[in-house]
């Protein structure tokens, strides 16, 4: 009896060491903003003047092998890091956290020639079925905003398409947008 308990207890044990080997954790996806400064090919990164943040560089995405939590409609709406070429552009990059703090591009999404806007404040009102944010920025103005499938948000859980962004009142955010025809479309959002 004591034997095969003892037989029972080390196969458990076997199969709880084996899985960690068996189960590879995924690489949630991130999004900021910022105007590319450099691409070295040679040495295979993307240098990005961050908005509200210092000159960051990023690894080129490389591994094929790193399983990454990417939103397809996002991934679509993109490209690859490794065939980036606009140096110079206003662009959501989108990237993950490597080992230590080094970041890994994943790929970027040029935001056009502009004009764009920036605000920081306060939610007021979010309206998911209008698709809308209004927002008090710190001057005390409330400024409204569509919220359209191409937005893309940066939240707690990484980036996501903007028609699955979710806001409450009180919220602290900053948005990215252009205006057209009137009406400011944010073109990405992220909680502060």
Do not use: W
Request: net charge positive; with cysteine.
């Amino acid at each position: 009896m004591m034997r095969a308990f003892s037989r029972t207890c080390l196969l458990a044990a076997a199969c709880v060491a084996a899985m960690p080997g068996l189960t590879h954790a995924q690489e949630m996806i991130h999004a900021v903003t910022g105007t590319v400064a450099a691409i070295n090919s040679a040495a295979k990164t993307i240098s990005v003047l961050v908005d509200n943040g210092p000159r960051t560089d990023f690894q080129l995405y490389t591994n094929g092998k790193a399983r990454i939590a990417f939103d397809k409609r996002i991934e679509a709406d993109s490209t690859a890091a490794d065939a980036f070429d606009k140096q110079g552009a206003y662009v959501i990059v989108f990237y993950y956290y490597g080992k230590g703090d080094s970041r890994t591009v994943v790929a970027l999404k040029s935001l056009g020639a502009g004009p764009f806007s920036s605000t920081e404040g306060t939610v007021t009102k979010y309206d998911s079925h209008a698709h809308t944010l209004s927002v008090q920025d710190k001057s005390g103005k409330v400024q409204n905003f569509s919220i359209d499938p191409k937005t893309v948000a940066e939240s707690t859980t990484g980036a996501l398409p903007g028609d699955h962004f979710r806001a409450d009142k009180g919220d602290q955010v900053r948005i990215v947008s252009s205006t057209s025809g009137g009406n400011p479309t944010a073109l990405f959002v992220r909680d502060l």
